[in-house]
C-alpha cells in the first residue's frame, strides 16, 4: 500500500499568518502547528534555510504534533552553495574583527573546522525530531548557477558525508542536469546509486531556471514532489515584496487532478506532496483540495 503524505512547504509565513486560515483561537506558535497538524500529516521546515534550526524548537515540534506527523526540512542555506549574510551564522562562527568581513559568504569561504561546526549544530538541531522518528528527509534545493560538473556532484558527496544516515532528498533548479533523455538518466541512475532521493518538481516552464517534472524515481523508498505554482511572471522576478510572491498561484482543479494521477503512478511505498505555493492560503487551499481529490481516488 502506498502512504501519500500531503502538506505545505512552511506552516507560518507571514502572508499565511495574515490570509485568515488560522482560526482566531490559534494565534500563537503551539496553537498553531497543532491546528496545522490536525489538517495535514506533512509539513516542511522552511526556517532552517535561513538560520540553523534549534534543538529546543524541534523538540516542541514533535511535541505539539500527532504520532505519525512528518517534518522535511530545508537544508542550511551555506550547505546548498546559497550566499548568507554572516549575520545568519553564529556568532562564534562569523568571521573573526580582524579579518575583511564580506556583506555575503559562501561555504567555500569557511575554514574548514567552521564548515563542520555548522553541520554538527545543524545535526543536533534536528534530533529531537530524529529521535521522536519524525523526521522525513533533508531538502537540498540548489541555485540556478549550480550546474551539472563534477566538482558540484562532489560537493553534493560531501553533503551526504556529513549527514550519512539521513534521508537526502535533492531539487536542481539547473536544467544542465537534465539536458537531454542521456543526461537526465546519467543524473537519475547517479542519485540512485548515491542514495539521494530525486525530487520531483512541478513548477513554471519556459525560463532559465526552468527544469521539467521527470515523475521517474528510478530507486527510492521515498518520493518527494514540490509543487511551486506555474506563475511565470513571478518565478523570476527581482524586488518582489516577499519571498512568497513569487510562488502566487493557486492550481485549479483539472490541474489537481491532474498531479494526482502523476502522484498515484508512482512507484513507491511513500511520497511526500508539498505545496510550496506559499502565497497566503493558496497552499493549504490547494493542499486541502489535493487530499479530497485523492481520497475520491481511493487513496
Known sequence: MVLIL?????????????????????????????????????VE???SYYALPRRENAKRWAERTPAGFTFDCK??????QHPASPAALPSDLRPSPGREIREKIYYRDLPE????????R???GLSPLRGAGKLGVVLFQFPPWFSYSQENR????????????????????????????????????WESEQGFIPVIVDEPQGTSASVAAIWEVPWSEV??????????????????????????YRYDDAELRELAASVRALRVSRIHVLFNNCYRDYGVRNAARFQEILTGMGS
Open 113 to 120: 573546522a567552521a564548515r563542520r561546526e555548522l553541520w554538527r
Open 6 to 42: 500531503v502538506g505545505t512547504a512552511s506552516w507560518t509565513d507571514p502572508t499565511l499568518l495574515s490570509s485568515g486560515w488560522y482560526p482566531a483561537e490559534a494565534q500563537d506558535p503551539e496553537s498553531r502547528l497543532r491546528y496545522y497538524a490536525a489538517h495535514f500529516p506533512l
Open 154 to 189: 562532489e560537493h553534493l558527496l560531501h553533503c551526504a558525508a556529513m549527514l550519512e544516515g539521513y534521508r537526502i532528498a535533492v531539487e536542481f533548479r539547473n536544467a544542465s542536469w537534465f539536458s537531454g533523455a542521456r543526461r537526465a538518466d546519467e543524473t537519475l541512475q
Open 223 to 248: 518520493a518527494v514532489v514540490r509543487l511551486h505554482g506555474r506563475n511565470r511572471e513571478t518565478w523570476m522576478a527581482r524586488n518582489l515584496h516577499s519571498a512568497a510572491d513569487r510562488f502566487r
Open 122 to 124: 545543524f545535526r543536533e
Open 75 to 80: 537544508a542550511f542555506r551555506l550547505f546548498t
Open 45 to 47: 521546515i522552511d526556517s
